[in-house]
């Protein structure tokens, strides 16, 4: 055996050969080739899933108030979906730079939220889309005064109350209105 290289799961140390720990070879397997092409496969078919849910301006049904998109031409948001990488080896994102990415997944007044990221993420066992802390938290008290409102109307409720819960709804979109703002203006800070 002299003169023969050692296994490729063991170290040389002292002139012994000593097998690998399970932490060295997971390591030394996330940096392997054959790994990064399976996860690259893997991201292309979650970025695959998510373009399936990107709704086209013209094709949703919902679009008869403009004669364009807001941005770009249809299917710009769809075709936006991509697979990038991190800088580190193992690690890659799937998501979108349009300028509407953020409205598609939370909705605006003019059209509800397609929860794209949030519904892909959660088909593929994820936590859901990177999404300012402050728009998120607008947006969870937006879809809780939505529901409540379904509910009031569901149980057929008086027409004060329906009212009432009507100017909940509008003070939760002008909060998250003004959440997006915000968010926006950090993003531009801080790409300069």
Do not use: C
Request: glycine letters at 12%; hydrophobic letters at 35%.
């Amino acid at each position: 055996m002299d003169g023969l290289a050692p296994p490729l799961d063991a170290d040389l140390v002292d002139g012994r050969t000593l097998p690998m720990t399970i932490e060295a070879e997971i390591a030394a397997g996330l940096h392997s080739v054959e790994i990064e092409h399976e996860l690259h496969k893997f991201a292309e078919k979650v970025r695959d899933y998510a373009r399936d849910l990107a709704p086209v301006f013209g094709e949703t049904g919902r679009d008869d108030r403009r004669t364009a998109p807001p941005e770009g031409a249809p299917g710009d948001f769809r075709e936006s979906i991509k697979v990038r990488t991190t800088g580190k080896p193992g690690h890659l994102r799937v998501g979108s730079n349009s300028p509407i990415a953020l409205w598609q997944e939370v909705g605006t007044r003019h059209f509800p939220e397609d929860a794209i990221f949030a519904k892909t993420a959660k088909y593929f066992g994820g936590t859901g889309p990177i999404i300012d802390e402050g728009v998120q938290h607008a947006q969870g008290r937006l879809r809780g005064e939505l529901e409540r409102l379904e509910k009031l109307a569901a149980a057929g409720a008086g027409a004060h109350h329906i009212a009432a819960q009507r100017r909940a709804v509008e003070q939760a979109r002008t909060a998250r209105s003004a959440a997006f703002k915000a968010a926006r203006g950090r993003g531009r800070r801080g790409r300069r």
